[in-house]
């Protein structure tokens, strides 16, 4: 089993910044893509950002030039750097990682979710 524990969120004045962590453990053979995800009241969930294993990235037309995604391979860790922030950037932000168990057995894997909220 393979869990996704977020952490970083919370309530910041637009303008402002912050940075969400995403740390895999468990039973991991090797992760794949990773990426970012948010949902804001009432909207579905879209994609903010995502990572591949060797380092390619792409973002929301929304987030572009404002957030940054990185990855930590050996901590199997994926962050994001958000700057700039607007109060339209508030919603529950969750991680999602393909993580493999072995070499063809693999899964999408979902953390638990961290809410930002950005006050005007």
Same mark, same amino acid.
């Given at each position: *089993?393979?869990?996704? %524990?977020?952490?970083?969120?919370? #309530?910041?004045?637009?303008?402002?910044? #912050?940075? #969400?962590?995403?740390?895999?453990?468990?039973? +991991?053979?090797? +992760?794949?893509?990773?990426?970012w995800y948010r *949902?804001?009241?009432?909207?579905?969930?879209?994609?903010?950002?995502? +990572?591949?294993?060797?380092?390619?990235?792409n973002y929301a037309?929304?987030?572009?030039?404002?957030?940054? +995604?990185?990855?930590?391979?050996?901590?199997?860790?994926?962050?994001?750097?958000?700057?700039?922030?607007?109060?339209?950037?508030?919603? %529950?932000?969750y991680c999602k990682?393909? %993580?493999?168990?072995?070499?063809?057995?693999?899964?999408?894997?979902?953390?638990?979710?961290?809410?930002?909220?950005?006050?005007?």
């Open positions: *089993q393979v869990r996704m %524990v977020e952490s970083g969120g919370g #309530l910041v004045q637009a303008g402002g910044s #912050l940075t #969400l962590s995403c740390a895999a453990s468990g039973n +991991i053979f090797r +992760i794949n893509d990773m990426g *949902q804001a009241p009432g909207k579905q969930r879209e994609l903010v950002a995502a +990572i591949t294993s060797g380092g390619s990235t037309d929304s987030v572009k030039g404002r957030f940054t +995604i990185s990855r930590d391979n050996a901590k199997n860790t994926v962050y994001l750097q958000m700057n700039s922030l607007k109060p339209e950037d508030t919603a %529950v932000y990682a393909k %993580v493999y168990y072995s070499t063809y057995r693999y899964s999408d894997v979902w953390g638990q979710g961290t809410q930002v909220t950005v006050s005007s």
